[in-house]
């Protein structure tokens, strides 16, 4: 019985350590999710010029941002946040949970094929991404109240260089 339980929890690791590896490091030219399109009819928006529009409007729908990475998701890849001018964290999540980012990603500018609003997130959300991003204890007590943010829900993610 000894040696089932210890087979079965060699396996269910192997298994958790190859879904880690499955996600191909971010090379020019790498996409993730549906990828973006070469279709020139599409607007490309600096996440600046976001930030501006949703300051005039509640949504931007099937938008392509280029933007560097400022953050990764050191869990899994699950989210990241892109770099601005305007101080506002602009959070970046993958549609559907479908697909993540390599922490290589960190730093290289990407193409996103997304859909932008502005929201108020939450202390406890905010928590939980610091978190995730592995803030120390005193970081993550820090966090007292909302903040307003811009949140992109990527389709489909290009890396540029």
């Known amino acids: 019985m000894k040696k089932a339980i210890l087979l079965l929890a060699f ?3 192997q298994f958790s350590f190859a879904q880690k590896s499955e996600i191909p490091e971010a090379t020019p ?3 993730y999710g549906r990828g973006v399109s070469e279709d020139k009819t599409f ?3 600096t996440t600046n010029k976001v930030i501006e529009e949703l300051n005039k409007q509640k949504e931007l ?3 392509v941002i280029q ?3 400022s953050g990764v998701c050191e869990k899994k890849g699950c989210w990241l946040t892109l770099e ?3 101080n506002m964290t602009v959070f970046v999540k993958m549609e559907d949970y479908a ?3 390599p922490m290589s990603a960190l730093g290289k500018t990407i193409l996103l094929h997304a859909d932008a609003s502005k929201k108020t997130t939450s202390v406890e959300e905010l928590k939980h991404y610091a978190e995730d991003a592995k803030k120390t204890a005193e970081e993550i007590a820090k966090i007292t109240e ?3 943010e811009i949140r992109v829900l990527a389709k489909g993610i290009k890396v540029i260089n």
Do not use: Q
Request: glycine share 4%; aromatic share 12%; no cysteine.
């Open 29 to 31: 030219g790498m996409e």
């Open 84 to 86: 601005n001018d305007k």
């Open 61 to 63: 729908k099937d938008i």
């Open 11 to 13: 396996v269910i690791a």
């Open 99 to 101: 697909f993540f980012l």
């Open 146 to 148: 909302p903040k307003t």
């Open 43 to 45: 607007n490309v928006y």
């Open 67 to 69: 933007a560097k990475v």
